[in-house]
């Protein structure tokens, strides 16, 4: 259930934990939450990640992905971890083949400006997770992050913790869809609003970025409510 090194220590009634030199860098949360995984009675895991909350461009997106909950993968990692090639490779020939389900949902940066990139992004994590819960009731959901997101008005069945994308392998195999999800969609904008380097920089505040910015200002895909972004609205308007 739990990630890298396998060499794990176990608790008397046989609940696998995290090795004790992994335990000295873990909060006190962390190690609660992941026991809770290990001794949950749950046949099944959605893990939850999301990608793209702080860029300035482009959309926001959530993945689910489901899995049997003592699956495991040695390259399923954080998807920061690999490069683009391998998250494709990873999808086709170790993900989609294992997954019981899985689903990616976004938010456009219209509806970030409208409603706020926290509400939106909540918004996306229960809809994930209540697509999961609809193909597996008793799945337990666990999401990335140190405040929990309800699941149909409750956190029951809800286990959330920080670096849940490296420590829980459903968690692992759903930052890597959301990543190579969002990135071809991304590579897909920069045809469409050349300029920005969006390609390379997926939206991000990077050299290219800005440069294209002083260039050419905002474009219909730049999201207006970040305070960096919106500067450069007010000097040069949105470019359509």
Known sequence: ???DPRQLDKTADGVSLIPKKQLKVLSAHQRQALERISSSSSAHV??????????????????AVVMPRDWDHPEVVDSKRTTHKQRVRLWSEVIYPNALACCVLSA?????????????????????AMYGRL?????LVVEDGDIPVEVDGSIARV????KADVLVPSVSAASILAKLSRDTFM?????????????SNMGYHS??????????????IHRLSFKP???????????A
Do not use: S
């Open 229 to 239: 972004v919106r500067a450069y609205a007010q000097v040069k308007g949105v470019r």
């Open 1 to 3: 259930m739990m990630k």
């Open 46 to 63: 959605i893990g939850i990640d999301e990608v793209g909350k702080g860029c300035w461009a482009g959309p926001v997106t959530v993945a």
């Open 187 to 199: 590579q897909q904008l920069d045809r469409v609003y050349p300029g920005y380097d969006f390609a």
């Open 207 to 220: 050299k290219t970025h800005v440069e294209g910015l002083d260039r050419q200002g905002v474009c219909g």
């Open 108 to 128: 456009t940066n219209q509806e970030i400006d409208r409603y706020g990139i926290e509400p939106v992004t909540r918004r996306l994590t229960e809809a994930a």
């Open 135 to 139: 193909r597996y009731h008793d799945a």
């Open 159 to 162: 286990a959330w913790l920080p």
